[in-house]
């Protein structure tokens, strides 16, 4: 690996420099965050049950006494063995925040449309404590637009991440806010795709620092489950 070498005094005025454009960037994210929580809200008003450990609970009672909700929409279809990697790797990062997340009013949640014993079986086999439902049997993935019919798939283009996808596949990834007024009704605040779910890959942001970076080949190929590294 070769890189130009300098002095502490070139080093130092080049990382000066630098700190200008991270502060750029700063600013822009203090922005964006503004300017999302300014966003206008959609009332959910289909009645989506999900299979959970402790039987079936509504939408309204994921939240467990909170009046936020965070939910990753974790790609793991019926008739998978296991649950996507990538997906695994977001929830990798979930158990060390859940503790802070729920003692400043937020639930966060995992949902699949793969049966719960699946999930369950897959959930113990990675060591995860975080609550993970299914949504087996509802249109919940779909009309979230996270899940896709064969016919939808077999067109060549799918509606995602809020335009036409030239990629295909019947699961994709996503990340949804709720909250929860004082009358128990829920509403979407926020959902991102894409790229937007890196916001649950703590990781990256360390690789970022890192003088090779994310070292990536061909999109994620470095990544394994993390019971699958050697």
């Given amino acids: 690996m070769h890189h130009m070498v300098v002095s502490h005094d070139a080093w130092l005025a080049a990382r000066k420099d630098f700190l200008k454009a991270e502060k750029e960037l700063t600013h822009l994210r203090d922005r964006l965050a503004r300017e999302r929580l300014a966003l206008p809200w959609e009332r959910i008003n289909q009645d989506y049950v999900f299979d959970t450990l402790a039987g079936p609970r509504s939408l309204a009672e994921l939240f467990e006494g909170r009046s936020q909700l965070l939910l990753q ?24 925040m859940n503790l802070h ?5 937020v639930t966060m949640v995992a949902v699949s449309r793969a049966p719960l014993a699946d999930i369950e079986r897959y959930r113990q086999r990675m060591g995860w404590q975080f609550t993970w439902v299914s949504s087996f049997g509802s249109t919940f993935n779909y009309d979230f637009r996270v899940s896709f019919t064969p016919e939808e798939v077999a067109s ?57 970076g994310r070292n990536e080949t061909e999109g994620m190929d470095w990544l394994r489950r993390h019971d699958r590294y050697q």
Avoid at 73 to 96: E, K, L, R, V
Avoid at 101 to 105: G, I, P, Q, S
Avoid at 184 to 194: K, L, M
């Fill in 73 to 96: 929409h974790f790609m793991f279809a019926p008739g998978w063995t296991q649950g996507c990697p990538s997906c695994s790797f977001m929830a990798d990062h979930t158990d060390g």
């Fill in 101 to 105: 997340l729920a003692n400043h009013d």
């Fill in 156 to 212: 060549g283009h799918i509606d995602y991440n809020f335009g036409q996808w030239q990629e295909t596949g019947e699961e994709w990834p996503g990340v949804t806010a709720f909250y929860k007024d004082e009358d128990g009704q829920v509403f979407r605040t926020y959902s991102t795709f894409g790229r937007g779910v890196e916001v649950m890959m703590g990781t990256y942001a360390m690789l970022d620092l890192m003088p090779k």
